[in-house]
Nanobody
Framework: QVQLVESGGGLVQAGGSLRLSCAAS????????MGWFRQAPGKEREFVAA????????YYADSVKGRFTISRDNVKNTVYLQMNSLKPEDTAVYYC?????????????????WGQGTQVTVSS
C-alpha cells in the first residue's frame, strides 16, 4: 500500500518556476515507477512526466520537454517535478501516481495509487 501526498502548488506568473513534491508512505516506494499527471478544468487528465524506480529512465510529454524535470529521492520517499518557464496553459491540478513498472507509464492506466492533487495556476 502506498499513500501519496502532493505539495508545492500555487500561483505564479508566466515565466516563473515551481517545484512540486510528492511524499510517499510505505516501505516499498523505491520499487515503484512514479508519474506526474495534470488535469485542467473541462479536460481529461494528461501525462506530464514519469520516472523509473531507479531514476535511470524518464519520460516527458512533448508540451513540457525542456521545461520540466522529474526526479526522485528514494531515501526521502519523495518524487519531485521542477517546473520552469511556466506558461498559462500549464494551469491545472497536478497529481502524482505510482505504478509497478515504467513500461506504459505515459498513460493513466496501470497506476494503482494516486495523490489528491495540488493546484498550479500560471497567470499571464
Amino acid at each position: 500500500q502506498v499513500q501519496l501526498v502532493e505539495s508545492g502548488g500555487g500561483l505564479v506568473q508566466a515565466g516563473g518556476s515551481l517545484r512540486l513534491s510528492c511524499a510517499a508512505s510505505g516501505r516499498t516506494f523505491s520499487s515503484y515507477a512514479m508519474g506526474w499527471f495534470r488535469q485542467a478544468p473541462g479536460k481529461e487528465r494528461e501525462f506530464v512526466a514519469a520516472i523509473s524506480w531507479s531514476g535511470g529512465t524518464t519520460y516527458y510529454a512533448d508540451s513540457v520537454k525542456g521545461r520540466f524535470t522529474i526526479s526522485r529521492d528514494n531515501v526521502k520517499n519523495t518524487v519531485y517535478l521542477q517546473m520552469n518557464s511556466l506558461k498559462p496553459e500549464d494551469t491545472a491540478v497536478y497529481y502524482c501516481a505510482a505504478r509497478a513498472t515504467i513500461v506504459g507509464a505515459i498513460t493513466t492506466s496501470g497506476y494503482g495509487y494516486w495523490g489528491q492533487g495540488t493546484q498550479v495556476t500560471v497567470s499571464s
